[in-house]
């Protein structure tokens, strides 16, 4: 059993996967903050869209009003689902880079680069930013993502 | 080759990933069978959405008139896309804290509170549930995941 | 150090894992490419969803004719949002099945049907091709990332 322990550590002990499993749990708290955001929009603009989440209003048309679209809850539930869109490439190609014996500059560069695009599409939707913030900020990400898959082809090609 | 093999096998001979393994295909099928359910609903309510899916009910408005809503199949999809919000930051995540040397015990816990609680929210929203019975089912699963997320972080923090 | 670097290139070097990893690598690139698509219609289609993207087209009612739903539009991002839903079981359950020490031919056989039956469905979903087409590219897709579960579970189950 030692020499199991020994192996699942090293992997973690490799510097690029270290740096990998840094900004993909930065990046999916990230992701995961956005039901938070929907959860507070929800609450403080009375928008909600399931029967049972308002049934502390009351019953009747006085409660049901309450059923309905709010344009910020909007706003953010499609930031969430961009997120979905373009943060499960990054963390399923990531891996694959992080194990493909990539440099730890590059690397390092790659994450950086695709948290930091991220973080500001987040920004640029929520606030929102006039365009292109938000377009820019999603192309940025989805180069980087699309750069480390052509390093992992390139590396491993097995069809 | 036989050394490569033997490498191969170690990873999943660890008691920690194994673990993860069992509790990552489970959720994962988990949802997946959301999608069987989904589809379950269009066909027993008649509500579908593409024009192309109906064809066989026959052409014109007497068809037309399934291409609509229905409220328990638009739950069900509200449940899908939940489930990828949450589940795919436990699989993310959840990897790498099955690989930062996490105790058995700690992991294991960790791992059946989030997949209990994940099929417990399904319940909540499907039957539905009153509240707080599915805000609290989301609250649990979230906080495994931000527990893993902090150990991942504390361990392998490479920024 | 060196001992690392040579540990972390042994995962990429064995063959199954490689085979996983160009699939992967594939298939979330074939998903990416739907945001360029939804990308194209919208702009083709004129349809927005965001005051800030439409600021080009001037200011008042002659813009906001152009915040509205598109047929084409919807229907891209039903199949990006299906993709996500098939797409990221099979990348998590894929990776299990990766290391599970499954025999290369089947592995292969594997991979390469899910990935011939996802973009087959995103064919069938743009053209689109008359049912059951759809609905059999998803059951095949499906079918074999169940197949995997099957297979991770029946290797490493512990609960």
């Not at 990046?27 to 929800?42: H, P, V």
């Not at 950086?112 to 006039?130: D, E, K, N, S």
Request: aromatic share 12%; hydrophobic share 45%.
């Amino acid at each position: 059993r030692s020499g199991e322990m020994a192996k699942s550590t090293q992997l973690i002990d490799n510097e690029v996967f270290r740096a990998y499993a840094t900004y993909t749990a930065i990046i999916l708290l990230k992701m995961m903050l956005m039901s938070l955001i929907t959860a507070y929009y929800r609450l403080t603009r009375k928008a909600f869209v399931n029967p049972e989440d308002i049934a502390s209003f009351g019953k009747g048309d006085s409660a049901k009003k309450y059923l309905r679209t709010d344009p910020d809850v909007e706003r953010v539930r499609r930031g969430h689902l961009n997120d979905l869109e373009n943060i499960v490439p990054f963390v399923g190609i990531g891996l694959l880079y992080a194990l493909s014996g990539a440099e730890l500059s590059t690397a390092l560069l790659h994450f950086r680069i695709f948290t930091g695009a991220r973080i500001l599409h987040t920004f640029a939707y929520l606030m929102p930013l006039p365009q292109p913030g938000r377009g820019l900020s999603w192309a940025v990400g989805y180069a980087v993502t699309f750069s480390m898959a052509y390093r992992v082809l390139k590396t491993v090609l097995l069809l």
